[in-house]
Every structure is written in C-alpha cells, then in structure tokens.
C-alpha cells in the first residue's frame, strides 16, 4: 500500500523540516476509533479524569521549553505569543479538571413525587452523560490552544470522552509531541493511552467523521471545510452533533461622538488588534465602521500611520500567503475602494499589513462588494465610511453571524441613556457572541462566563469552544422515572454518595 508522508514545513523559507509520519489508512483511523470507543469505562471515573487532566497540564508545562520551540518552527507565531498560548492551554486543562471535580456540569436534577398534583407528578432524576468518542478537528493559528491539547480536547475528556484529533497540517510535529505527552499522563493516571490519539491526512478527516463509532465533533476553521465536515456528519445514517467555528468579520462600530472623543486611541488600537498574530485570530476585525467626516479622518489616519510602521511577518504557510495577497488584490480592484495601507506581499515568504477603505454606499450596492463581507485571513481590514447611524445599521443589517461585535462609544453614550448606543447594542447582539465595548475582540478569556461561538456561519451550533461552558457540547441529558434507589446511577442516588451539586424540587 502507498504511504503519503506528513512533513513539518518552516514557514518563514517554505522548505520541509522532517517527515512526521505518514497519512493514516481508512483502517488506522478505525483502529484509533474502536481504541479510543474502548477507552470510555476507565475514562468515566471523574476522580481519574480529573488527575489525568492536571498530569497533561503538568507534562506540557515541565516540556515548554521543547513544545514552543517545536511550534514556532512549524508556524512562525514566535515564542513570546506561543509562551502565552501554552499557559492558556495548561490554564485550560487544569480549570477543565476543577469543573469535573465540582460536579456542577451534570446538571443534576431532582423532582421528588408528588401524587397530589394534577396530573401527578412520578419521582424523577436527570443528570448528563457523555455522547462517546470525539472527534477534534485541530486549528491552524493556534497549534496548542486549538489543537491537540486545546479547548476541544480539554473539554471532552473533562466530560468523560475519548478523543480522536485529525492534526493540522501546517503543526504535525507539534501535534505529535502533544500527543506523547498526552498519552504519557493518562498512562501515569491509570487510563489507556488510546483515551488521546491523533491521526493525519484530509481522507482522515473524512473517514473520521463518518465512522459510526465517533459521536460528536469539534472544529475549528474555513468556512468551506467546516461545512463540509458539517454537512458529512448531517448525512450520516445516524447524525451527529458537530460544532464547527467557521468564520467571522467581527465588525466593530465607531460612532461619531467616539470619535470626536479619541480618534488616535481608536485608530492605534484598531491597528493593533488587526495585526496581532499577523492578523491570524479568528476575532480579527475585518470590517469597521468609521464616521464620515474629520473626527472619522483622525481615525484612519493614526490607523494609516500604525500600520505603515509594521513590519512585514509571517502566515502559517505559503498556501495562506497566496490566498491573502490573491484576496486583497480582487478586493482593491474593487471600484471605489482605495488602500491607504496597501495589504499584501512584503517579501518572498512575508506579508504586509494594510487597510481597505470603501463608502457604505457602495457596499450596500451588493453584487461584486459583497466580496468585502467574507472574511480574509491575514493582516488587513475593511474601512467602511458611513454618514449616518441609519447607514451604519443598513451595512450591519448585510452581516451575517460573527463570533464578536465591537462598539467604540464616547464616555457619555456608555453612561446607557436611551439613545444611538443602545439600540447599536441591540442590533450586534442579534448578529455575535460577543459583544466588546471599548475594547478590542481579539483575545479571548477562557473564563465561565465566556462565549466563543456565534450565528452562522461563526458557528453551526449556539454551543461554545472557549470557558467552561465548552463542555456542555459533549454531553447528552438522561431522565430517570420512578426508578430504586440502589439501581441509579451513583450521581443521582439519594444519599448522594459523591457530594455533587443538585436542585430539588419538592419535598
């Protein structure tokens, strides 16, 4: 049988590093499935769970210097942000495994019977079960956070499932090496290590999804790919979840009067933001909206000084760079669109960061503009002028789903008057996740209270991938009626053996 190999590639000279295996047969893939499906009974004690979690965590912190060194040779992203995105997986890990040791995602519920109500009411427990094997579908900007050791991973374990990850690969290497020491802690925790595996190669991904052993997905990438894994898990004979991150513009609103108040902090920061990672953050802002007039021109301005100072860096590979250099040249041939800052190719292996601007009145025009309202993943963004508040709403009405919002304000329109701002907040709550005021989206709190997910196409499901509420994704509620005490589940049993959170109803 022909192997294709797996090569971890330098992005910053587009040559191959070293071949990291080869691309996984229909057969490995079942033989990774059936291993992990295997896996769940050692996996559903929560004690071991929660330990497996931290010894990951603690593996990966004890081999950081080894981890980032990998990472930043697969993608460029450098050690400073890859330092960040280490202590963010390993916080992850470790808040996972507090989750499971506090009990309060089961969810458990208890009506007690209650034979004078109309109709009466039979004694009824209901707590939350994992669906079985996950499959994780690994990002490519984020080689840790999103990937093999990442949210996804994190969270399905936490809930008691397997997991099977299809590596990215612009990070095999990294993948792999997450992976051993992955496999490493559940080995050192009691658990098998096939509770964790990975496999390579897009046909991978395929066989992944269709495999009648694997019951929920998680991915994180291209609006084209994400619908079509969606799409592939839809149209199996038995359907599974699949919670796909897709896309976003994550489009921010200046108002007039914020503005009029600190147009050079809006325009510094906005340029931050666009090219933090080299514009590779799934919350870059792609589409802003600035006033019309010379508040609006102190905007761009300070915008066009920040971003004609950045230096040209580096994608996760050359595939990207030629989509970006290709998306900004159709872009700006657009008629009427001007680019202060010209975007694109800063170099045989770099990009330079730039801007776009446009009238809103061309872009509610439609038909060739629409291509400034799909998302283009590098260091650029769109600038789109608007007169009024009514022709803000009119480009914000041509959106669809966004996993952030952004709102500029002035100090006075946060003060929450009825007024532009409070409706500006009711019409991006209908469109994002997220709704960031005065601030800028790109940075994403892994916190409970966080949503990192949004409509259509940000996500094709209203779950989200970040805080600890990602764990709710890989689970499925069960109702017991009228059933004894000594056959439920220990979770639900009366004297409540395992000390776990519950609501009561009844006497």
């Known amino acids: 049988m022909t192997t294709t190999p797996v090569w971890s590639v330098d992005p910053r000279t587009g040559k191959q590093r070293e071949q990291v295996a080869v691309e996984a047969t229909p057969q490995e893939v079942d033989e990774a499935v059936r291993a992990a499906h295997a896996a769940r009974g050692p996996l559903a004690d929560a004690t071991v769970r ?3 979690l931290r010894a990951a965590a603690a593996l ?34 470790r808040a996972f495994a507090d989750a499971v040791d506090a009990g309060a995602y089961l969810d458990i519920r208890i009506d007690r019977a209650d034979p004078a109500l109309s109709p009466p009411r039979p004694e009824l427990r209901r707590y939350k079960v994992p669906l079985g094997v996950v499959a994780v579908y690994a990002a490519s900007n ?17 809930a008691g499932c397997p997991v099977v990850v299809k590596a990215h690969p612009d990070h095999p290497a990294t993948s792999e090496l997450c992976a051993s020491l992955l496999r490493r802690a559940a080995v050192a925790t ?24 694997v019951a929920a997905a998680g991915f994180t990438g291209s609006i084209r790919g994400g619908r079509a894994l969606f799409d592939a898990a839809a149209a199996r004979p038995v359907p599974i979840p699949f919670h796909g991150e897709l896309g976003s513009l994550n489009p921010v609103v200046v108002t007039p009067a914020a503005a009029a108040e600190r147009a050079e902090e809006i325009g510094s920061g906005l340029a931050g933001s666009v090219t933090l990672g080299v514009g590779q953050f799934c919350v870059k802002p792609g589409l802003v909206l600035v006033p019309e007039g010379p508040d609006g021109d102190r905007v761009t301005g300070e915008l066009t000084k920040a971003l004609g100072e950045t230096e040209p860096g580096v994608l996760l590979d050359h595939r990207m760079r030629e989509n970006f250099v290709a998306g900004v040249r159709e872009r700006a041939a657009l008629p009427g669109v001007d680019a202060p800052v010209t975007p694109g190719s800063g170099g045989e292996h770099t990009v330079g960061a730039g801007y776009l601007t446009v009238g809103a009145g061309n872009l509610l025009e439609g038909g060739a503009y629409d291509l400034l309202l799909e998302e283009c993943f590098g260091p650029v963004t769109v600038v789109v002028r608007y007169a009024d508040q009514g022709e803000a709403g009119a480009v914000l009405g041509r959106l669809g789903g966004n996993l952030s919002a952004t709102l500029q304000l002035s100090a006075a329109e946060t003060e929450g008057a009825p007024g ?32 990192h997910g949004g409509p ?44 776990l959170p519950r609501q009561v109803t009844g006497g």
Not at 142 to 158: H, I, Q, R
Not at 482 to 488: F, G, M, N, Q, Y
């Open 420 to 451: 532009p701002a409070t409706e500006l907040i009711g019409q991006v709550t209908g469109l994002a996740g997220r709704i960031v005021v005065n601030g800028w989206p790109t940075g994403v709190a892994v916190a409970p209270a966080q949503h």
């Open 456 to 499: 259509y196409p940000a996500a094709t499901s209203h779950s989200t991938s970040v805080g600890g509420a990602a764990i709710e994704r890989w689970l499925r509620p069960v109702a017991y009626q009228s059933v004894p005490d000594a056959l439920l589940p220990a979770e639900l049993r009366e004297a409540n053996p395992l000390g």
């Open 50 to 52: 929660a330990a497996f």
């Open 142 to 158: 984020f080689p840790l956070a999103f990937s093999v050791p990442g949210g996804d991973t994190a969270s399905a374990l936490a």
């Open 190 to 213: 009691g658990l098998p290590a096939e509770v964790v595996s990975v496999v390579h190669g897009f046909d991978a991904g395929l066989e992944l999804i269709r495999h009648p052993l």
């Open 60 to 93: 990966l912190d004890e081999a950081a210097a080894h981890v980032i060194e990998a990472a930043d040779a697969e993608t460029a992203l450098g050690p400073g942000r890859l330092t960040g995105e280490l202590a963010r997986t390993t916080g992850q890990l």
